[in-house]
């Protein structure tokens, strides 16, 4: 008890996510909570709110709360597209963090890749061949392309940064009509091949031409 004087209610029901995050057990009842803590179930309703709101716990009708890791990804979409739509060459500088983050991670990555995710890299590579071929873009079979990629690299919060970042260029269309598709998609294949190669230095050139060729189009969408 000694331990949770001067402690509010909020830093103790945070301590309590901390502790079912870390063992994988949902949240006990509120009746639990508030007997626990000497507080009325209102009280530990509104506490529990900021948590809800962040995606941290989660309430499922008839079956209580569940603590999950936060996704950072909608928080940062939700506060940067007002900013990009005010300032639309902030996409440059997200373009530049996101650049090096991957080029960071992709070796990386490349060397945790199963043969499941390459196989699936294949079927994504050979989707952007044909629609190309039909004069098609092919935004979303790129951002799998790229999702599948830094999965093996085993960091959440990448994963969740690369989420928002793609959230943020669909929304501006600045990834959309591209003047060469089909060499863009040749541009993946060849990496493609490099990743089943674990060639990592040829990787990152290849990768560094698909960033080139992306600040090109979004310096393009702002003139």
């Given at each position: 008890m000694s ?8 830093e ?8 079912c995050?870390?063992?994988g ?6 009746k639990?909570m ?6 009325s ?7 529990l709110s900021?948590?809800?709101a ?21 928080q ?10 005010s300032k ?5 500088e997200?373009?530049?963090i ?7 991670f992709l ?6 890749l ?7 890299l294949k079927?994504l590579v050979?989707?952007?061949l044909?629609?190309s071929?039909n004069?098609?873009?092919?935004v979303?079979e790129?951002?799998e392309?790229?999702?599948?990629l ?30 060469n ?41 702002l003139?």
């Amino acid at each position: 008890m000694s331990d949770n004087l001067g402690k509010s209610l909020e830093e103790r029901i945070l301590e309590m996510i901390v502790g079912c995050l870390q063992t994988g057990k949902k949240l006990p009842t509120e009746k639990q909570m508030a007997e626990t803590f000497g507080v009325s179930r209102a009280a530990i309703r509104e506490a529990l709110s900021a948590f809800e709101a962040s995606g941290t716990v989660i309430a499922q009708q008839g079956s209580g709360r569940y603590v999950q890791m936060p996704d950072v990804s909608s928080q940062i979409t939700d506060g940067w597209k007002i900013l990009i739509r005010s300032k639309p060459e902030l996409l440059l500088e997200l373009l530049e963090i996101r650049t090096v983050l991957e080029l960071g991670f992709l070796p990386k990555a490349i060397d945790r890749l199963e043969l499941p995710d390459i196989q699936k890299l294949k079927q994504l590579v050979d989707v952007m061949l044909e629609r190309s071929g039909n004069g098609e873009d092919f935004v979303s079979e790129d951002r799998e392309f790229h999702r599948v990629l830094f999965s093996g690299s085993g960091n959440i919060l990448l994963e969740q940064l690369l989420k928002a970042f793609w959230d943020l260029y669909e929304q501006s269309n600045a990834v959309r009509h591209h003047a060469n598709l089909r060499q863009i998609a040749e541009v993946h294949q060849q990496m493609l091949e490099a990743i089943a190669r674990k060639n990592a230095d040829q990787a990152i050139s290849l990768m560094k031409q698909q960033f080139e060729d992306a600040r090109y189009r979004i310096s393009m969408s702002l003139a």
